[in-house]
């Protein structure tokens, strides 16, 4: 193949996905892992998703918002899915879809039992790989459900490891690749491959169904799905016809056995009442492992169809299973099929060798695999709450009406979305999605833009400029972060193409007022700058449950809050600036934001709002929170944590380019020179420019950062050997505040694992683990600092001497890297130390991208699949390369 035939094919698929040429989006990886247990699904009064509809229920019970299946695939409204189904002979259910424990069943909160690798993806989704570890024993379902609720929180969760379920090699490795010959002709393999001693066999059945849209009213039709004629070079064929879709064929290159039913609830096995049709959802289940042969359609027609392979195969073999799924009939469907998975895989091997030249084979694979997980975790995220909360199943209890999200009726979510998690996290959350973006600008900025839009839209903002959280509580806060990935992902836009899109500026600034302006009449209670937003998204990180309300008189005056809303309005003067200098007349929005900021600075600095206090302790050379007594009296609680760092990321660079149009702003700038604000100097804005004319506008000045970043910097703090920890260290001994006024008796502790303490679930720890979003953004804040402040400007580092800040970002960076690079030992932070992941030839270029990391020893912890956030070390090796240090490895 001449390489200039697939130089740039997937950049130029993207470029025509923008242009509206060809639709390479219309199928992707939309299929969740999990939808049983989601808020979706739950109908309950008392808000029990978990309860409500179980694991066990979900091979009988339809789904109403969204489907799952196993390494899986859907069209972008769903209405026609893709997955695979397994049984190896033992298991008392058929595999079509991974299991976990409940909130209520893992000792740490939800947790999938499952091992499945996101191994490799395209952008445009032509290229899709993904891995799957099953046991050849009985799988363990009671087991670890037995021993996970006998365990404490001091326990470390049971795994599916644990059970001894891999013991010998008696797996099977079954990968699944989709390769698109067009964006309505997807090729599948299937290979099963028999990594034990002895021959083996195992039942593979490829799943083509529709989302059940026609039992929930409003006279949808039905689609059918119907065995055809197979053409040359196919065994077997499958129509599949959809009033919406259109029609679609499945072609099988291999023997097996046409199972057919419909995709319609048990209602005799789940409610004891009569089924609309012999022929439901469970039928598979019961027809391969019970053998009831009256449970499948003799018709051979039906909304679910399944192939049922059965194959046997010798130790260390592997078997190929071929399948098309194609928009247009096909005369001989398999005659190219080689040779289109070869080229989709160089074509996507080309595009990420260009992302990243010349990067090491170790770290190629940990960007690559993390990359291939923020692509797998797209979810078509389907939920009308209106119609949820008002009931289209049953009738819900009349407390479900009055309950979760009922303020939140006019969202209307029936998109693409990049969630956390497929599995724990199977649904948006704006914070994170925020990250997403960043981490996906590279990948595909026009996604990215997206994004940031649609949460911004009509059917997501609420009236009252306040951006949803998450479906487990539409009205929690979490930080502001939107205008920050709208910046950024702007910026990526700009350099990739050379011209800006400043259309894109616009639209989302209008909406960002508005929940800007929600933010300041909302979580501002007085009026005076200082913000109180609760919970926001971190857990663990003060000493008592912040979402929780004081007692009456009683109020909480947060650093972080408060250092978030400072960032928010200094990227929102930026934003106003890139467009004024542009030619739109955005000066005036520009000057509004940033003497908000100004007026934040001033209450931080304790000149207005605190009672005199500020925020920042001289002392101690930190951010803290105060406690603001009926009295007037102020208290500070006195914790070292991220509360106290996130100030920092209130940071910008402006330059000459952006105040070129702007006069007035100009003059601001001189007004406050020197962070000057009402007779008192409040923060670095800005004591003078730097050589290249810039200034610098943010909360702590070049006086403030030696100190912050002394603690920052000790290992005997935050320091870990893999970045920054949630709490400093020194809470392992001073963990006692005794009595807080309006609080009661105050503790925190330095936790470096998994959490000991339930609050928020029980599965989210701050108070401790590393965690990649927050490490991210001191990063590129201290990037900014060395931009301004330049290369004499150096800071102390404890146990190493002085560095640059650049030095500093980029050491910060290579052991958030490392926690994914193999150590001088060998071992690979993240994995556990006894794991087939560390010697296993079959395991050990695997790499799971978790929640959280532990802070003394790296290993992964929480959700297993979290690419939405972990994802950014993709970002971090992009910018270890592009410094000229990439690779670096322990001992940095």
């Known amino acids: 193949m001449n390489p200039e035939q697939v130089m740039n094919a997937e950049r130029q698929r993207l470029e025509a996905q923008r242009q509206g040429r060809e639709d390479w989006r219309l199928w992707g990886p939309y299929l969740a892992e999990r939808s049983w247990g989601t808020v979706r699904e739950d109908y309950s009064g008392e808000g029990t998703p978990w309860e409500y509809f179980d694991h066990d229920q979900a091979r009988s019970r339809a789904y109403r918002w969204n489907e799952d299946g196993m390494g899986g695939i859907c069209d972008e409204q769903q209405r026609l899915c893709f997955s695979l189904g397994l049984w190896n002979g033992r298991d008392p259910i058929l595999k079509e879809r991974a299991f976990g424990l409940t909130g209520k069943q893992g000792n740490h909160g939800e947790d999938v039992k499952e091992y499945y690798f996101y191994l490799d993806a395209a952008p445009s989704h032509a290229w899709l790989r993904y891995l799957y570890k099953y046991p050849q024993t009985e799988y363990p379902y009671t087991r670890l459900i037995q021993e996970n609720v006998h365990r404490t929180r001091h326990d470390p969760p049971f795994s599916l490891l644990d059970t001894c379920a891999f013991q010998g090699d008696r797996y099977w490795d079954v990968e699944v690749r989709y390769a698109k ?50 053409p040359d070079g196919a065994i077997w064929a499958v129509r599949a016809r959809h009033p919406t879709l259109g ?61 049922w392979h059965q194959l046997t195969v010798n130790p260390g073999q592997w ?125 595909d900025v026009d996604f990215a833009k997206g994004q ?38 702007f910026r990526v836009d700009r350099a990739q193409r050379g011209c800006p899109d400043t259309g894109f500026l616009q639209r989302v600034l209008s909406k960002l007022l508005m929940n800007y302006t929600w933010w300041l009449n909302r979580k501002d209670a007085d009026g005076h700058n200082v913000f109180e937003g ?28 408060t250092g978030w809303m400072a960032m928010f309005a200094l990227n929102m003067t930026v934003i106003a600036l890139e467009l004024n200098a542009e030619g739109a007349d955005y000066e005036d929005v520009a000057i509004q934001c940033y003497q908000q900021f100004l007026g934040i600075a001033n209450t931080m600095a304790g000149y207005s709002g605190t009672g005199g206090f500020s925020l920042w302790d001289h002392e101690d050379g930190f951010f803290k929170d105060l406690v603001a007594a009926p009295d007037g009296s102020q208290q500070r609680i006195d914790v070292f944590s991220w509360v106290g760092i996130i100030p920092l990321f209130a940071c910008e660079i402006v330059d000459q380019r952006l105040l070129k149009n702007a006069p007035r702003f100009n003059s601001v700038l001189t007004e406050h020179m020197g962070g000057l604000f009402d007779g008192h100097h409040i923060c670095a804005c800005p004591y003078h420019i730097n050589e290249r004319g810039e200034h610098l506008l943010s909360l702590a000045d070049h006086t403030m950062l030696p100190y912050i970043l002394w603690h920052l910097l000790s290992e005997d703090e935050f320091l870990s050997r893999y970045g920054i920890r949630s709490v400093s ?70 146990g190493v001497g002085e560095m640059t800040l650049k030095e500093v970002a980029l050491f910060l960076s290579e052991r958030l890297v490392d926690i994914f690079r193999r150590n001088g030992q060998g071992r690979v932070p993240a994995m556990p130390e006894d794991s087939p992941f560390q010697y296993a030839p079959a395991w050990c270029d695997l790499l799971l991208f978790n ?42």
């Open 181 to 230: 010959a067009s964006p309505t002709e997807i090729h599948i393999q299937i290979i099963a491959h028999n990594r034990g001693p002895e021959a083996a066999t195992l039942h593979l059945l490829p799943t083509l169904w529709f989302r059940n849209t026609w039992s929930w009213g409003g006279g949808e039709e039905k689609p059918t799905l119907y065995e055809v004629v197979a």
């Open 247 to 307: 029609e679609y064929f499945l072609y099988g290159k291999d023997h097996a056995q046409p199972l057919y039913t419909e995709n319609e609830s048990n209602r005799k096995l789940l409610w004891n009442q009569p089924n609309v049709t012999p022929y439901v959802k469970d039928a598979f289940h019961r027809y391969v492992i019970h053998g009831e042969t009256r449970a499948v359609n003799p018709a051979q027609t039906g909304t679910k169809f399944s192939a």
């Open 319 to 443: 078997i190929t299973l071929g399948f098309v799924l194609s928009q247009e009939p096909l005369d001989t469907p398999f005659d190219h099929q080689e040779a289109i998975f070869t080229t989709r895989q160089q074509e996507t091997d080309l595009f990420y060798d260009e992302l990243v030249p010349e990067v090491s084979a170790e770290d190629h694979n940990i960007l690559r695999q993390a990359q291939a997980g923020m692509i797998w975790n797209k979810q078509f995220y389907h939920y009308d709450v209106a119609r949820w909360l008002d009931g289209d199943q049953v009738p819900p209890h009349g407390g479900h009406k009055r309950g979760r999200n009922s303020a939140w009726r006019h969202l209307k979510a029936h998109h693409i979305i990049s969630v956390p998690d497929a599995w724990e996290y199977p649904w948006f959350a704006a914070w994170d999605l925020a990250y997403h973006c960043i981490a996906f600008a590279a990948l």
């Open 452 to 489: 940031i839009e649609l949460l911004l839209k009509e059917y997501y903002l609420r009236p009252n400029g306040q951006i949803p959280a998450c479906e487990w509580g539409f009205g929690d806060v979490n930080p502001p972060l939107s205008a920050m990935a709208a910046i950024e992902v």
């Open 534 to 561: 609760g919970f926001l998204g971190l857990d663990n990180i003060s000493v008592y449950n912040r979402s929780e309300p004081l007692p009456l008189g009683y109020s909480l005056k947060q650093a972080d809050a």
């Open 729 to 798: 260290r020194i809470h392992a001994q001073r963990h006692d505040f005794g009595n807080i006024q309006g609080i009661g008796h105050a503790m925190i502790e330095y936790q470096p694992g998994e959490s000991t303490s339930g609050l928020f679930g029980g599965n989210s720890n701050w108070c401790g683990p590393i965690w990649m979003p927050t490490n991210y953004t001191l990063i590129c804040a201290l990037e900014k600092y060395y931009r301004y402040l330049g290369d004499s400007y150096r800071v102390a580092v404890p």
């Open 851 to 892: 929640e959280y990391f532990h802070g003394e020893t790296g290993l992964g912890l929480g959700a297993m699949h979290q690419t939405g956030w972990s994802g950014l070390v993709a970002n971090l090796i992009h910018r270890s390369y592009r410094s000229g240090s990439g690779g670096s490895h322990e001992g940095r």
